[in-house]
């Protein structure tokens, strides 16, 4: 179950930003870009910015795990994947 990802998705909806803060900083393995199929597949950042919640982007945006989420593996020599690839 992704209760740590469906509190986030909901604090991101509802411009929380206490909640975004400290589930970014005290779950290390959140899942950033976890996928709400409930309500077609929108993550954290896509109803932060549906809503305009500029300070919850901008949290979201900065962290690390979103990258890493989005682009698991950099294509460069030697080759690195997961949260240690460099950009």
């Not at 589930?23 to 993550?43: C, D, E, Q, S, V």
């Not at 910015?49 to 682009?71: E, F, T, V």
């Amino acid at each position: 179950m992704a209760l740590a990802e469906k509190r986030l998705f909901a604090a991101a909806e509802d411009n929380d930003v206490a909640t975004v803060t400290d589930l970014l900083t005290t779950r290390p393995g959140i899942r950033i870009n976890w996928k709400n199929k409930a309500l077609g597949g929108p993550t954290a950042l896509h109803v932060a910015a549906q809503n305009g919640h500029a300070a919850i982007m901008r949290l979201l945006l900065a962290h690390p795990r979103l990258l890493d989420a989005a682009l698991p593996c950099v294509h460069v020599w030697p080759r690195r994947c997961g949260p240690t690839a460099a950009v």
